[in-house]
């Protein structure tokens, strides 16, 4: 089936403005996962989900980020109030269940540009 | 908490020579893996290669193979044969929690010559 797919693939926002970005994580994968990932730094961990449940949250760099995965599926994050210093790439990733094991399928990101 | 280190921002190979990239981590975790994974220009990370640090032997993947050396916290990646598909950031990841959330390193660029 498809991969992981991320919507919008690129976003401009005014500083000060919300934005919601978009995953689609393969069909039937329990574990979700958001990275932020700077220009040419590696991705750093933002957020986990098993299944609805959001079990870590401990990368999440302020309280103006948050992120959803109401139905167990589609996952929704959304940065509030946004500032220059979050321009970066966020990326998601699913994995199949829960177990280290399990390969993370990365989608191809939504690059953020904050204004 | 974990740390992983790529001291190794940039590396040039000839096509169908051998290049090895670097990798360090530090952790006192005893059991967890440790993985390669390929970034192209289009950005779409892909697993490469993984090691589950309990395993003495060194795991392989057609062209790609790891050097894992666990007591000096060491998880180099050996690309042979290299093909100008190769060429893209790689990235180093740790892996130590029960539910795959992933340290990467800084990365380190690839390029091959024709």
């Known amino acids: 089936g498809a991969g992981v797919s991320q919507s919008p693939r690129y976003k401009v926002a005014k500083r000060g403005q919300d934005v919601a970005l978009r995953c689609d994580p393969i069909?039937?994968?329990?574990?979700l996962f958001w990275y932020q990932q700077a220009l040419g730094q590696g991705p750093e961990f933002l957020t986990y989900?098993?299944?609805?449940?959001?079990?870590?949250k401990s990368g999440l760099p302020s309280d103006r980020f948050f992120a959803e995965r109401p139905e167990g599926s589609v996952s929704t994050l959304k940065i509030q109030r946004t500032q220059q210093e979050d321009s970066a790439v966020y990326l998601c990733a699913s994995s199949l269940a829960w177990a280290l094991t399990d390969t993370q399928y990365f989608g191809p990101g939504t690059r953020l540009t904050v204004l | 908490a974990q740390t992983v280190t790529q001291s190794q921002p940039e590396m040039s190979v000839q096509e169908a020579e051998t290049v090895t990239l670097s990798c360090t981590y530090d952790t006192s975790e005893s059991d967890y893996y440790l993985f390669w994974y390929k970034q192209p220009p289009s950005r779409q990370m892909i697993l490469v290669i993984r090691q589950e640090a309990y395993k003495q032997q060194n795991a392989t993947e057609n062209r790609f193979s790891v050097n894992f050396q666990k007591a000096a916290k060491s998880f180099s990646l050996k690309i042979s044969d290299s093909q100008l598909g190769d060429a893209a950031m790689y990235f180093c990841a740790y892996g130590g929690t029960s539910y795959g959330k992933l340290t990467f390193g800084q990365g380190t660029i690839l390029t091959v010559h024709p």
């Open positions: 989900f098993q299944n609805e449940a959001q079990l870590d």
């Open positions: 069909s039937g994968h329990v574990s």
